[in-house]
């Protein structure tokens, strides 16, 4: 069974936004920072993506859908700083009951069609180092890197 993207109801968006943010505060804890440097980043990108906790205008975010089962969710919207026909897949995440079975990969590939009917030219997204199965996934789909940070503790 293919996945499809529902728009995520209004309702549910408060506690999503709070779902992703800790889970954002986590990701940067693991790739390396301290839990305030975490938390400190994620307060800043959170306000400017969520302003008074709305959606940026552009952006759209979808539940992931298989069988009536809500699998995952996508949000998908023009980049910060880019011009409005590169886009970025903010975030997207196909929950662990529900993984390997193609839904991610459904789900990108319904990350570009959206995108392109929005206007995007092209589709961006960031992925930490140590996520080697979505890197996998992303590269199998044509993603290619574009910059690599890298840092050792000392």
Not at 63 to 77: E, K, M, Q, T
Request: a negative charge.
């Amino acid at each position: 069974m293919h996945a499809n993207l529902l728009p995520m109801p209004v309702e549910e968006m408060p506690e999503w936004i709070a779902s992703i943010k800790a889970e954002y505060i986590v990701s940067r804890m693991t790739a390396g920072e301290s839990p305030a440097e975490a938390k400190a980043a994620a307060d800043i990108s959170f306000e400017q993506q969520f302003p008074n906790g709305r959606q940026r205008e552009h952006h759209l975010v979808f539940n992931v859908v298989a069988d009536d089962d809500v699998v995952g969710y996508l949000w998908i919207g023009p980049q910060t700083n880019g011009a409005a026909s590169k886009w970025w897949v903010w975030d997207v995440e196909i929950y662990e009951p529900f993984q390997r079975r193609g839904y991610g990969r459904d789900a990108m590939l319904l990350a570009e069609h959206e995108a392109r009917l929005a206007g995007a030219i092209e589709l961006g997204l960031n992925v930490f180092g140590y996520n080697v199965g979505a890197r996998k996934l992303y590269e199998s789909l044509g993603y290619e890197s574009t910059s690599i940070r890298m840092a050792k503790h000392l």
